[in-house]
């Protein structure tokens, strides 16, 4: 089942739970191939969160600022291709939301271990603010911080769980957000961290 959270924020609660397995395994490869890393902000603060990448561009923070690049600046090879059941689970949770056609060729993976957070942004680094963003919550639970259009609007608290899809479009796309600091805990299948996937039409 769904809900609104607001116009153009649609909460998809346990979709990616009949792919839970298959998301993990790929998870691992991807994660092999191109290691968790903490990136580090333009104003020099290590992040919190541990992210990697898959798909034909990658987001990645040095000191130069943000950016989406093909390749990974610690390998210098190009991220891991997306695997299908990304795909799948990505454009199938876009189409419920009325999103038909999303097709992401960029998917930030963010590992929250506990006490790692993120701090309230916008994500406006896509070149076209028209298309969606798909996130997918595995591990441990957390709280979501949906805040307004501006960045002194008070967040509504949102809790997310495992399995839980969201898409972000239309008037919510540009929305402040962020994560509260992650709860100690252990999940069955993914142990001691929150994984999010967040799928983009970087290109
Ligand atoms: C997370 N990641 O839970 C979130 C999920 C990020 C990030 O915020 O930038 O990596 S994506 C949440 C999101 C995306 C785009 C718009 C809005 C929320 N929004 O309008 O609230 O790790
Ligand atoms: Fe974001």
């Avoid at 790929?26 to 902000?41: E, K, W, Y």
Wanted: proline residues 8%; charged residues 20%.
């Amino acid at each position: 089942w769904s809900e609104a959270l607001c116009p153009g924020a649609v909460v998809l609660r346990g979709l990616a739970m009949p792919d839970e397995a298959a998301l993990l395994a790929a998870l691992d490869d991807i994660a092999a191939a191109a290691p968790f890393r903490h990136m580090v902000t333009p104003g020099g603060f290590c992040m919190s969160v541990a992210m990697t990448n898959c798909g034909a561009y990658g987001w990645v923070s040095d000191r130069g600022g943000y950016r989406y690049d093909a390749a990974d600046p610690d390998s210098g090879r190009r991220w891991p291709r997306m695997p299908d059941v990304f795909l799948r689970l990505a454009t199938d949770a876009a189409a419920r939301a009325g999103f038909d056609g999303f097709a992401p060729d960029a998917c930030l993976v963010n590992r929250y271990a506990p006490g790692a957070r993120l701090s309230l942004h916008q994500d406006k680094n896509e070149r076209d603010l028209g298309q969606p963003i798909v996130s997918v919550s595995l591990g441990l639970p957390a709280l979501f911080l949906f805040g307004g259009s501006r960045r002194d609007d008070k967040p509504a608290r949102v809790p997310l769980t495992h399995g839980d899809v969201v898409v972000w479009g239309g008037p919510a796309r540009l929305r402040y957000h962020g994560v509260m600091p992650l709860k100690d805990g252990l999940h069955p299948l993914v142990g001691g961290y929150r994984i999010n996937l967040t799928f983009r039409k970087a290109a």
